[in-house]
């Protein structure tokens, strides 16, 4: 099967061939020909298995070159993602030679930049839900054209934090809409969420065999970043990210790593747009060896060739697990994690591979 026996059309297929993708994944070969009859889907599928494809390829086949107003809207979670979503979709765009404009919309970026992005009518708008809020409020982005809108990573989006501003997007988009949900994990909160706004159905992809190797190593608290410059100076770590959460300074943590000469970058929350793309680009362009961040980078980054996935402090659920662990072995390649774990913390981390059913193994 190839994308154009899903109703691709062959500009889209080339684009993709070009890339070497010609096969279709479970997510798209089920998402895509419902998407393309106007169906309201969940799609949940495991990390790195091209659920982003499998929304902006219906996306773009719905878009009318001819009609110059916004007609799809793709929400995401964190500003990274979004960016993301739209240098995809740019890409697709110029590879297949269509006509059709993208435009990012979040917050931390310019307003009036955005404003005066605005005046060229893109069609297809990827963004953070409180910047299209803010910019509908200003008269300068109009929804009434939308068809189709995508929540990327929808149980984050249907969350506590999120799900008021998502509603308040989605209040202002026509009634006769598409929905579309994506996401790795659809627990059954956030399914409960999403039927409370349309009818839909719920495809999931199976989980796959993974080659992603689970182990944890016993560290006595205080010793962690250490443990994580010794890993580093042990292992064969191309390109390593290292999850850190509220218990320790991913900054000072970053610092301790550098002065042991280490290259390593910092992605964190509370930094500047700019600083946040550069420590990305860094990672992606290889000039770090290690980006130590909070959970920003757990949900849909896609960051090339990472080998080796580090958990300074523990996940909180399964779920946070399962978007961690994504990072790395994505498309059949292989990796590696690894947690740091003070002996009170061992049983914990145990619970959690029994659940997802992890071979944990010890490392030393």
Known sequence: MDFTSLGVPEPLAAALAARGITEPTEIQ??????????????????????KTLAYLL????????????????????THELAMQIAGAARDLIQAAGL???VQALIGGANVQRQIDALKKKPALIVGSAPRIVELHRLRKLKLQEVRLCVLDEFDRLLDKQHSAEVRTVLHLLPRERQMLFLSATAAAAAVHAAEELC????????????????????????????????????LPIRRGL?????????????????????????????????????????????RVQ????????????????????????????????????????????EGT????????????????????????????
């Open 29 to 50: 070969r089920e998402v895509i020909p419902a998407a393309c009859t106007g169906e309201n889907l969940i799609g949940e599928a495991p990390t790195g298995t091209g």
């Open 58 to 77: 219906p996306a773009l086949m719905r878009i009318d070159p001819a009609v110059r107003a916004a007609q799809v809207l793709v929400l995401a979670p």
């Open 99 to 101: 006509s059709v404009s």
């Open 199 to 234: 009818a839909l159905r719920i495809i999931r992809a199976a989980v796959q065999e993974t080659t992603c190797e689970n182990y944890y190593h016993i560290v006595p608290f205080r010793d962690k970043i250490k443990a994580v410059q010794k890993l580093t100076r042990r």
């Open 242 to 286: 290292v999850f850190v959460g509220r218990s320790f300074d991913a900054e000072k943590a970053a610092e301790k790593l550098q002065y042991e000469g280490i290259r390593v970058a910092a992605l964190l929350g509370g930094e500047r747009r700019d600083q946040r793309r550069a420590a990305l680009n860094a990672i992606r362009t290889g």
């Open 290 to 333: 290690l980006l130590i961040s909070t959970d920003l980078a757990a949900r849909g980054l896609d960051i090339e060739d990472v080998d080796y996935v580090v958990q300074v402090d523990l996940p909180e659920d399964v779920r946070t697990y399962r978007h961690r662990a994504g990072r790395t072995a994505r498309a059949g390649k």
């Open 337 to 364: 994690v690894i947690s740091l774990v003070d002996a009170k913390e061992v049983e914990r981390l145990k619970a959690l591979a029994v659940r997802m059913k992890l071979d944990l193994k010890k490392i030393n």
